[in-house]
C-alpha cells in the first residue's frame, strides 16, 4: 500500500518535472482520491494549484492552495502556496488583494524562501503602481526588507530605490 501511494505521487512528479501538465495533474487528482490524508497530499495540492494557475484557472488554483494553508500549517509547501495566492492577485489586478496576501507571507512564514520576495513585491506594488502609490509606505517596506532579509537578492535594487525615492520624491 506504501509503495503504491509512493508511486502514485512519483509518477505524478515525473509528469510535471517534464511539463507534461495535463497528466500530472491527471496523477495528482488521482493521488489525492486514493490517499486524501497520504504523505504527499500537500505536495498534491500545491502542484494542482501551480499547474491551474499556469493555466490561468485562479480561482480553482487558489482554491488548491488554501487546502495547503489549511489542511497542512507545518507544510514545507505553505508558505509558497501563500505566496503564489498573492501572486495570483496581482496578476489578476487585485492589488489590495495582492498585498493583503504576500503580508500573509512576510507574518506569517518570516523565515521562509519567499519572504524577502514577498515583502519586495509589496513595496514595488507602493512604489510603482500608480493607483496605490505611497513613497513612504514603499521606502518603509523596501528599509525593512534590507534590515530583515540582508542576504536577499533584492536589497541592492531596494537600497537604489529608496536613494532615487528620497532624492526625487520624499
Known amino acids: 500500500e506504501e509503495l503504491n501511494e509512493d508511486i502514485h505521487s512519483k509518477?505524478?512528479?515525473?509528469?510535471?518535472?517534464?511539463?507534461?501538465?495535463?497528466?500530472?495533474?491527471?496523477?495528482?487528482?488521482?493521488?489525492?482520491?486514493?490517499?486524501?490524508?497520504?504523505?504527499?497530499?500537500?505536495?498534491?495540492?500545491?502542484h494542482i494549484g501551480k499547474i491551474l494557475k499556469g493555466k490561468n484557472e485562479?480561482?480553482?488554483?487558489?482554491?488548491?492552495?488554501?487546502?495547503?494553508?489549511?489542511?497542512?500549517?507545518n507544510s514545507i509547501y505553505a508558505p509558497d502556496s501563500q505566496f503564489e495566492i498573492g501572486n495570483i492577485y496581482e496578476l489578476n489586478n487585485e492589488i489590495l488583494q495582492a498585498i493583503s496576501e504576500y503580508d500573509k507571507v512576510v507574518q506569517g512564514y518570516p523565515k521562509s524562501p519567499n519572504a524577502d520576495e514577498a515583502l519586495y513585491n509589496i513595496a514595488k506594488i507602493y512604489d510603482k503602481n500608480e493607483k496605490y502609490r505611497d513613497f513612504?509606505?514603499?521606502?518603509?517596506?523596501?528599509?525593512?526588507?534590507?534590515?530583515?532579509?540582508?542576504?536577499?537578492?533584492?536589497?541592492?535594487?531596494?537600497?537604489d530605490r529608496v536613494k532615487k525615492i528620497k532624492e526625487d520624491y520624499l
Not at 485562479?58 to 500549517?73: M, S
Not at 513612504?136 to 528599509?143: E, G, L, R, T
Open 11 to 46: 509518477m505524478a512528479d515525473i509528469y510535471y518535472n517534464k511539463n507534461q501538465f495535463d497528466s500530472s495533474l491527471f496523477y495528482y487528482k488521482e493521488y489525492l482520491e486514493l490517499y486524501p490524508e497520504g504523505k504527499f497530499a500537500d505536495k498534491a495540492y500545491y
Open 58 to 73: 485562479y480561482e480553482r488554483a487558489i482554491t488548491e492552495f488554501l487546502k495547503v494553508i489549511h489542511l497542512f500549517k
Open 136 to 159: 513612504a509606505v514603499a521606502v518603509k517596506k523596501y528599509i525593512m526588507l534590507i534590515d530583515k532579509y540582508p542576504n536577499s537578492k533584492h536589497r541592492g535594487s531596494s537600497a
